[in-house]
């Protein structure tokens, strides 16, 4: 399969079931270039790139592994987003000195990865990930479906381009000698706003499911419109993502989440039907009658976030995705005459060991979902408890969690402002908010109340005025062995963290 894919790429291809889509591509797999791809280098002033554009680190890396004698390139997202004007990410470098040797150039480098190694390149707290130029293998070893299960070959430049996802993404700078150099019409691309595979887009996807999360990813981010042989395979490939393993998965759907371009990528998956299947998590948020707006205020305040350059919490936001379906079971369990604790226990606990096997969400990130959940019914319900609340540790991703199901029309506006005005007000001012509520202050007493009917803490439906107004089942006696504590006591002396969305 590899070996037609290459020789398809160097133009000595039979059946090719994908059309040539743009003088980029028929450059690459045409007759014109029948020995390969065809190098095209530039000044990076005509394509508006500068070496000050490149970190201080990334420039150095280079420099040196030029200066003892090895061929050193920026490339990938650095490249293509200096190039678009975008402030990157971060900086790869690829080189053709093999880990020892770029380890062996440098004072703090670290070889990681067993099956693949790079090479961690340090200059103060920036860190260059340095990989040697690889090639795809013609008899590589994949799995049943065409998954590459191993790809550690060294190769040449010009290999290590074609081994790359996206035409814009195999682009290398080199900024000592303020060069770019092109093999596969990415720059063409660039100025075409267009995102094309290399090679064989259903072949790369089967290669490698993950790449289509990619194309998405991408797609949303650069707002670039995908090449239509590069979308076509995806729909009916988009099973395959099932059979990447469950981590990696997980790192890349956080890729998307965390990109700051959330919510234009779940759009665009749900524009394109494909938000079956290949992101589980999004089958699960997409198909819930009324979770939509909340997932949406959720991504939209994620994406205001990553755009402020302010950190995101994983737990905060797998806790946001999955809320919903959490809400869900919780209300029903307590429509059934469930306690509210040990309801919102069991719901937590359903929809996490249902997920755990599909998403491989690490259980540190676990942990942060259920203490964010569990400050729920305590933050819904304001009072005396509300100081005792402010001293747990999750507090502050609770709070932001509160605010987001305001901001999503859950719990009423006023629960919301309480809460700000309890956040930010002196010790008066809070005594003033618990006073203004008497009925707050009874939080503690073993008293049942009737139910209303119709009424929920979570779902639509609960939106009363008053700080506990939407906890209306009745409390479960504090002796009750139903009653499981949510927040374990915090550690003596910690202040509420901060750092969750949306602050
Ligand atoms: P970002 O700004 O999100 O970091 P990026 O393009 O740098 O974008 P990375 O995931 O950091 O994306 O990958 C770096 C480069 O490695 C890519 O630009 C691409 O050339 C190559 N690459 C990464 N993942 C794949 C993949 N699954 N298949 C082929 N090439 C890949
Ligand atoms: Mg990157």
Not at 237 to 255: G, T, Y
Not at 277 to 298: K, S, T, Y
């Amino acid at each position: 399969m590899i070996v037609a894919f290459i020789r398809k790429l160097f133009g000595g291809g039979t059946a090719d079931p994908v059309p040539a889509a743009s003088p980029a591509r028929q450059r690459t797999r045409g007759p014109a270039a029948p020995a390969g791809p065809k190098l095209r280098t530039y000044k990076g002033a005509e394509l508006g790139i500068r070496p000050d554009q490149i970190s201080q680190a990334a420039f150095r890396t280079c420099e040196i592994l030029q200066r003892a004698g090895y061929k050193a390139f920026v490339v990938g997202g650095g490249v293509r987003d200096s190039l678009l004007g975008f402030v990157p990410k971060d900086f790869d470098v690829a080189t053709d000195a093999t880990p020892e040797q770029v380890q062996a150039s440098f004072r703090r480098a670290r070889i990681i990865g067993r099956r693949f190694k790079i090479v961690h390149v340090m200059f103060g707290r920036e860190t260059i990930e340095t990989s040697t130029f690889r090639a795809l293998q013609a008899d590589a070893e994949t799995d049943e479906h065409g998954r590459v299960l191993r790809d550690n070959v060294f190769g040449t430049q010009q290999e290590d381009a074609l081994r790359r996802d996206f035409t814009v993404n195999a682009l290398y700078y080199d900024p000592v000698a303020d060069q770019v150099l092109d093999w596969l019409g990415g720059v063409e691309d660039l100025k075409a706003r267009t995102l094309r595979m290399i090679g064989d887009p259903a072949t790369r996807y089967r290669e490698d499911p993950v790449r289509m999360l990619r194309t998405v990813r991408f797609a949303a981010k650069l707002d670039f419109h995908v090449d239509p042989a590069t979308l076509a395979p995806i729909r009916d490939l988009a099973d395959l993502i099932e059979n990447v393993p469950s981590a990696r998965l997980f790192d890349e759907m956080l890729k998307l989440l965390e990109s700051g371009h959330a919510l234009a990528c779940v759009r665009r998956l749900r524009a394109e039907g494909l938000h079956h299947g290949l992101l589980p998590l999004l089958d699960v948020i997409l198909e819930q009658p009324h979770g939509e707006r909340f997932i949406e205020v959720a991504l939209g305040n994620t994406d205001a976030r990553v755009r402020a350059g302010k950190s995101v919490s994983p737990g905060f936001l797998f806790a946001t995705l999955l809320w919903q379906l959490v809400s869900d079971r919780w209300q029903a369990r307590k429509a059934a005459g469930e306690h509210s604790i040990p309801a919102l226990m069991e719901a937590m606990d359903s929809v996490l060991d249902e997920q755990a096997s599909k998403l491989a969400i690490q259980r540190r990130f676990i942990a942060d979902m259920r203490e964010i959940w569990g400050l729920q019914p305590r933050l819904e319900k304001g009072g005396r408890g509300a100081l005792r609340a402010m001293e747990h540790l999750r507090f502050r991703a609770g709070y932001d969690f509160l605010l987001l199901r305001v901001e999503a029309g859950e719990l009423p506006e006023e629960l919301g402002r309480w809460w700000t005005e309890f956040v930010e007000g002196d010790a008066a001012t809070r005594e003033r908010l618990l006073e203004a509520r008497p009925g707050e202050a009874r939080t503690s007493t073993k008293r049942r109340r009737r139910r209303r009917s119709g009424r929920r803490a979570g779902g639509e439906g609960a939106a009363e005025g008053a700080p506990d107004a939407g906890n209306d089942t009745p409390e479960v006696p504090e002796d009750d062995p139903r009653w499981r504590d949510p927040l374990p006591p915090h550690a003596s002396g910690g202040s509420p963290r901060s750092g969750e969305p949306p602050a």
